[in-house]
T-cell receptor
Framework: KNEVEQSPQNLTAQEGEFITINCSYS?????LHWLQQHPGGGIVSLFM???GKKKHGRLIATINIQEKHSSLHITASHPRDSAVYIC??????????FGEGTQLTVNP | GAVVSQHPSWVICKSGTSVKIECRSL??????MFWYRQFPKQSLMLMAT?????????EQGVEKDKFLINHASLTLSTLTVTSAHPEDSSFYIC??????????FGDGTRLSIL
């Protein structure tokens, strides 16, 4: 069993839909990261959180430390949101353990 | 926001040659840089962690003589794939961090060995 598991692996949505990607982990962590990887391969850090909830534009990330679970939400999805979304946890220090990613496709 | 520049973005070379990939933090001093490898449809795998001025720490199974890492300054780390072979073809990506700040990733280097 992977230390970090994401669901779903693939997600197809219509433009405007509300999207949720889930991440469960099995180790104690100091922080959890949500990353976005575009088709060209470049990675953008979306959120780093250790408790509660963060919002940036149409993106919202939540984490429940007791349940070892985090969710990434995208409101009013758009085709440009199409990418791979990766959950990564930081057990201690700064070494990250990555989930396998969720491939999101938003159709116009 | 913080920017990490990785160069080159794409390399095609013959088997047996050595390839150097650069990772630069453009607007902050990176105390730690990480090198990752990613195979198609798979997650990133940490290869090594490098701190400025000291030897890199390699993950289990990563050959340090094959993948030479140099972190000569607080803004530059290099990964050299020595005597590259087709099985070294992959996507290599670096990240940089200053202290307990989030990691900032480069755009990656796609390496193809013929």
């Amino acid at each position: 069993k992977n230390e970090v598991e994401q669901s779903p692996q693939n997600l197809t949505a219509q433009e405007g839909e509300f999207i949720t990607i889930n991440c469960s982990y099995s180790v104690g962590i100091s922080a959890l990261h949500w990353l976005q990887q575009h088709p060209g391969g470049g990675i953008v850090s979306l959120f780093m959180l250790s408790s509660g909830k963060k919002k940036h534009g149409r993106l919202i990330a939540t984490i429940n430390i007791q349940e070892k679970h985090s969710s990434l939400h995208i409101t009013a999805s758009h085709p440009r949101d199409s990418a791979v979304y990766i959950c990564a946890v930081d057990p201690s220090g700064s070494r990250l353990t990555f989930g396998e990613g969720t491939q999101l496709t938003v159709n116009p | 926001g913080a920017v990490v520049s990785q160069h080159p973005s794409w390399v095609i070379c013959k088997s047996g040659t050595s390839v150097k990939i650069e990772c630069r933090s453009l607007d902050f001093q990176a105390t730690t840089m990480f090198w990752y490898r990613q195979f198609p449809k798979q997650s990133l795998m940490l290869m090594a962690t490098s701190n400025e001025g000291s030897k890199a720490t390699y993950e289990q199974g990563v050959e340090k003589d094959k993948f030479l890492i140099n972190h000569a300054s607080l803004t530059l780390s290099t990964l050299t794939v020595t005597s590259a072979h087709p099985e070294d073809s992959s996507f290599y990506i670096c990240s940089a961090t200053a202290g307990d700040q989030p990691q900032h990733f480069g755009d990656g280097t796609r390496l193809s060995i013929l």
